[in-house]
């Protein structure tokens, strides 16, 4: 059997690079090659001498995920269609901020989605099955492998509803910080309001960005289009996120998906303020992304502004999530395993 590189921590490494009868030093070399300077093969390890590089690539690969297809935004965002051993496949997409030197790898936690949300395309599909934590790491360590780049940012956006595999997520964000060198305030979970995972994470005191989808005011619309309503709805949710915040000392980020004529009125930025006024948070507006085969529309451009003007003389601080991938369905909810 080939061992995989990725799927070693560093003191397994170590073990294995002794157990063929080299040093514990050459372990750390390969780490850094692999999780720092990005490189595509054991090849290009070009400190190890010719001779370990043929024997290690007898032994072992670096990852065996497999690159099944990668699409190229006019905006520059990246999207990955990755499959793993089992066939199964999920997208992982790679964002660049023009403004900022950052890289954000949006990453999927689980294959498909138990949550059913109507506008999203990966809660369409339905849950298939939870990813273990080499697997989450290892769409971050393809992108690296395949670009060349190092990710400086996590999101957890991609399929998925991350607080139904949480400890996998949680062993995957420790490897990402301790292997990846990726700092804990740059990485960001987000939930669809799964509270009693919310209170885990308080009291695990997590210094990672949570982001909440919320994406309506009111119960009356929120069930309409969130099942996760049903089980907990916004007064459980906002008594939760209160606890959060001031257990962690975070602000908390509120996502909402504008959805022309659902949740997108006056009525409702003001609802929104109200109900968001006693919580420490940033607000965050994505527009609709359209899904194939689902009635819903993008919201008109006046009032998106309008929403925001609202919620901003109400004191709260807005940003509009800028549009990403569109022209290859590699925006928020667009992904769902699909060639
Ligand atoms: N399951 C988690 C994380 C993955 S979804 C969650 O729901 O938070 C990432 C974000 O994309 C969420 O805020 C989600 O509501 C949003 N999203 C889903 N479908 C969308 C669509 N069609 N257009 C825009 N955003 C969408
Ligand atoms: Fe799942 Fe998030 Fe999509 Fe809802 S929005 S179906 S929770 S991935």
């Not at 301790?178 to 209170?199: A, K, L």
């Not at 005011?217 to 459980?236: A, G, T």
Request: aromatic share 8%.
């Amino acid at each position: 059997m080939m061992k995989v590189l990725s799927r070693m921590s560093l003191g397994e490494l170590e073990e294995f690079c002794l157990s063929i009868g080299q040093s514990k030093f050459r372990a750390r070399q390969i780490y850094n090659w692999i999780y720092l300077k990005s490189v595509k093969s054991i090849d290009d390890m070009t400190d190890l001498s010719k001779r370990f590089r043929e024997e290690l690539k007898e032994l072992a690969v670096v990852s065996d995920i497999k690159v099944v297809k990668k699409q190229v935004s006019s905006d520059g965002t990246v999207k990955f269609l990755l499959e793993y051993s089992d066939a199964q496949r999920v997208e992982t997409v790679l964002m660049r901020f023009d403004n900022r030197a950052n890289l954000t790898a949006c990453v999927s936690s689980q294959v498909g989605c138990a949550m059913g949300c109507a506008f999203c395309a990966t809660g369409k599909r339905g849950f298939i099955r939870n990813l273990t934590p080499y697997e989450i790491t290892e769409q971050v360590l393809a992108i690296q492998m395949e670009t060349g780049l190092k990710v400086t940012n996590i999101v957890f956006m991609g399929q998925g509803e991350p607080l139904l595999n949480l400890y996998n997520v949680l062993a995957a964000m420790k490897i990402f910080n301790e292997s990846f060198q990726i700092g804990v305030r740059r990485m960001t979970v987000s939930t669809c309001g799964i509270v009693p995972q919310i209170n885990k994470l308080a009291q695990l005191n997590m210094q990672s960005t949570l982001a909440i989808s919320l994406h309506a005011p009111k119960s009356e619309i929120r069930q309409k289009i969130m099942p996760v309503e049903k089980k907990y709805n916004l007064e459980l949710l906002k008594k939760s996120l209160i606890d959060y915040t001031k257990m962690t000392g975070r602000r908390v980020t509120i996502e909402y998906v504008l959805i022309g004529g659902v949740n997108d009125s006056a009525v409702c930025a003001k609802d929104l303020a109200y109900y968001l006024s006693d919580l420490n948070c940033n607000i965050n507006l994505i527009v609709y992304n359209p899904v194939e085969g689902d009635e819903f529309k993008r919201p008109k451009k006046d009032d998106i502004y309008k929403f925001k003007y609202l919620l901003e003389v109400a004191g709260k601080k807005v940003t509009i999530r800028l549009e990403r991938g569109l022209d290859i369905d590699a925006a928020c909810g667009q992904l769902s395993g699909k060639v």
